[in-house]
């Protein structure tokens, strides 16, 4: 049955003025054509539409419906509160309404499929077209309730990043346990992490003075109130030490002392501004003088930091200077092969290849045109392949200069085991120990000392001995200042001393040198100790527990007595005691020339002959200046009474009046000695033996 045609056009309504009958599709509010709307409708209805309508451009009434009901509904939901009943009233209204709609035009199409649309809709298919878009708008709902709940949930999540990033180290990611650190630029760190990062930059290579926070992207620097506060006070110190090391680099007029104990900032001057060296005629590392480019590079590079004394280099940090090199010409200097004594580069000749054809003289001839010496004894004497290897030792580690191809005359050539030179004496059972500052201790003498005799060179510059007491000296020098001997009438042997120790100095090297001053220290001994027990002075306090010469009787008797050496006989004789040297005058000493010098037994006289048991040593004299028996002996030439020794060193001593003005006596029975006849005052006079005048009475 269809619909009659006010029917249809009572549901789809005609455009006014249309010159084709329009109609609206009262689902999309389309324009379509009334023939086809029918069709458009049946498939609009069931969501599969796709017939093009006049008025495209226009949105669809459903659509800009449940658009703007969606949107109501959205941000009724959205609301904190529960909606009101008025929302739900107007929910339900438009709801109604829409649902109405429908329900009218499904039914026309169910009751009038063929004749347009049907007139009304059964309750089946309006039951199911309303659970059909209430299905639809149900899930529409769920659909924006779970966009809502996703955003909560992301908020949610972002709040508790959040939260976690005020609680955790940006470094390490861990919760902070102690030690938080919040930065400038806001970002949390723990102490250990932030000390972690600062060590390692400023230990970087690249460190240039500035610690930026270490989160990623972030350029802020970390204040140094921070670092202190996070760095333990050796490390603050390395930081501080880098941190200064750094800003010394990147500043030219800034140098640093390179003793590590130091560190002091030194500020580099204009050469022009200040005094230049004057090194004119120095000499070098070498021993040569210095060079005019060299001396240029030491007024510009050569420093000494006044708070540690260290002489540097500024160029290079070597230290000491190395005087009389460029630090590229010191490089090159240090690569080279140097002479054993100087240090000096080789530039010797080669040995000639054939040197092992050469007979014995023809070989000493090339030694002696080589400035290269052996001596009868020598032990390259031993062998003519002695002679080749000595001559090959010489050439391969001492330079041309004068002084060291000397050394070689009685310098070890041998090379160590640790293949360190050494600095010994030829002819030693067993060399010299190592100098070298890589195999000696800290505290043993090493071969850039000087030498403790003549403190003018380095002990590796010389042949060098190790005596007895375990001091090193050069060879030369200990043979030089036992030939010097003593340097007063006399007799000391002081100079038989070890510098250092004072112990008597012994070595098989000086055995010739010291063997007559041995001979004369024993034969003064002897007298010594003899005249000590002469002298009653066995019980002196000095002598006794807790004295200074507690168990050192010789010691003492050195000490106490004078011994000088005859002019006549060349023996040693005894010349009084050591104390009245103090009390001698100037100009009478004068007058004690060498010659005299002379010993009892030589100044006797004709008819005075040594005791037979005591010989000249206790010999008794007259006093010099007076007819009473002398008891002292001064200066090795003059006897004193106790009353004429007193008197010396006032204005009233003998030694100052004139010969004029002494005591006319030459004896007789006024004579207070007793004696027929003795030499006037002012001249020596021989009573006898006293030991034996001692015995007598």
Not at 215 to 242: M, N, R
Not at 249 to 269: F, S
Not at 629 to 649: E, I, M, N, P, R
Request: with cysteine; glycine share 6%; proline share 5%.
């Amino acid at each position: 049955m269809k619909m009659p045609a006010d029917s249809v056009d009572t549901v789809f309504p005609v455009t006014p003025g249309a010159t084709e009958s329009m109609a609206q599709c009262p689902v999309c509010d389309r324009m379509f054509p009334r023939k086809g709307l029918e069709q458009h409708v049946e498939r609009c209805l069931l969501g599969i539409d796709d017939t093009p309508g006049m008025d495209d451009d226009v949105p669809a009434g459903i659509e800009n419906w449940i658009e703007t009901t969606t949107s109501e509904l959205a941000d009724i939901l959205g609301r904190p509160q529960r909606p009101s009943s008025e929302d739900i009233a107007h929910l339900a209204r438009v709801f109604t309404q829409k649902l109405d709609e429908v329900r009218s035009l499904r039914l026309m199409l169910d009751e009038a499929p063929t004749a347009g649309l049907g007139a009304c809709l059964s309750p089946a298919s309006m039951m199911a077209a309303d659970e059909a878009l209430a299905k639809k708008f149900m899930e529409d709902m769920q659909r924006e309730e779970q966009t809502r709940q996703d955003e909560r949930e992301s908020e949610q999540r972002h709040f508790e990043a959040l939260m976690h990033q005020e609680k955790t180290c940006r470094l390490c990611n861990e919760a902070f346990q102690e030690g938080l650190l919040v930065l400038p630029c806001d970002h949390k760190l723990c102490s250990s992490c932030l000390a972690k990062h600062i060590l390692s930059v400023v230990q970087s290579p690249e460190y240039d003075c500035h610690t930026v926070c270490p989160v990623g992207g972030c350029c802020e620097d970390v204040p140094q109130w921070v670092i202190k506060q996070v760095l333990s006070s050796a490390d603050f110190e390395i930081y501080l030490k880098k941190t200064v090391e750094s800003a010394v680099e990147a500043t030219d007029g800034l140098i640093q002392c390179p003793n590590k104990a130091c560190g002091t900032i030194i500020e580099r001057l204009d050469p022009g501004a200040c005094q230049s060296q004057h090194l004119g005629g120095q000499v070098g590392l070498t021993g040569k003088t210095i060079s005019a480019q060299a001396q240029a590079h030491c007024r510009a590079c050569r420093f000494r930091c006044r708070q540690c004394d260290t002489v540097f280099c500024s160029e290079c940090n070597a230290e000491p200077y190395h005087l009389g090199f460029t630090c590229e010409g010191y490089r090159v200097y240090l690569d080279s092969r140097k002479c054993r004594y100087c240090d000096d580069v080789l530039n010797n000749s080669s040995v000639p290849s054939d040197i092992d054809q050469r007979s014995r003289v023809q070989i000493l001839d090339g030694m002696k045109q080589r400035k290269i010496q052996v001596e009868e004894g020598h032990p390259a004497h031993a062998a003519k392949s002695e002679l080749v290897r000595h001559f090959r030792l010489v050439e391969d580690s001492v330079c041309m200069d004068d002084e060291c191809r000397n050394n070689t005359l009685h310098g070890c050539m041998k090379q160590l085991a640790c293949g360190h030179p050494c600095f010994g004496v030829v002819g030693e059972a067993t060399c010299l120990p190592c100098l070298n500052e890589d195999c000696v201790r800290p505290d043993a003498q090493n071969q850039e000392e000087f030498c403790n005799i003549c403190w003018t060179s380095a002990l590796r510059s010389q042949p060098c001995i190790k005596l007895e007491c375990g001091h090193i000296f050069h060879a030369q020098c200990v043979r030089d200042k036992i030939a010097a001997g003593r340097s007063s009438a006399r007799i000391i042997f002081s100079f038989l001393e070890c510098p250092l120790c004072k112990v008597h100095m012994q070595h098989p090297y000086l055995a010739r040198d010291l063997a007559p001053h041995l001979q004369l220290f024993e034969s003064v001994k002897e007298k010594a100790l003899q005249r000590l027990k002469f002298e009653k002075l066995e019980a002196d306090p000095m002598l006794k527990a807790g004295g200074r010469f507690h168990g050192d009787a010789l010691g003492f008797a050195l000490k106490k007595f004078a011994y000088y050496m005859c002019f006549k006989c060349s023996k040693p004789y005894f010349g009084g005691h050591r104390a009245c040297e103090d009390l001698a005058e100037d100009e009478f000493n004068a007058q004690n020339k060498a010659e005299d010098l002379v010993c009892p037994s030589c100044a006797a006289g004709p008819g005075v002959t040594d005791c037979p048991v005591h010989g000249n040593e206790f010999i008794e004299y007259k006093c010099k200046f007076c007819c009473t028996v002398a008891t002292w002996y001064c200066w090795g030439s003059t006897h004193f009474c106790d009353g004429c020794h007193k008197k010396q060193g006032t204005p009233e001593a003998w030694t100052r009046k004139k010969k004029s003005d002494y005591i006319k006596c030459g004896g007789g029975p006024t004579c207070p000695l007793k004696i027929a006849k003795h030499a006037l005052a002012g001249e020596e006079f021989v009573l006898g033996c006293a030991v034996c005048r001692q015995s007598s009475d």
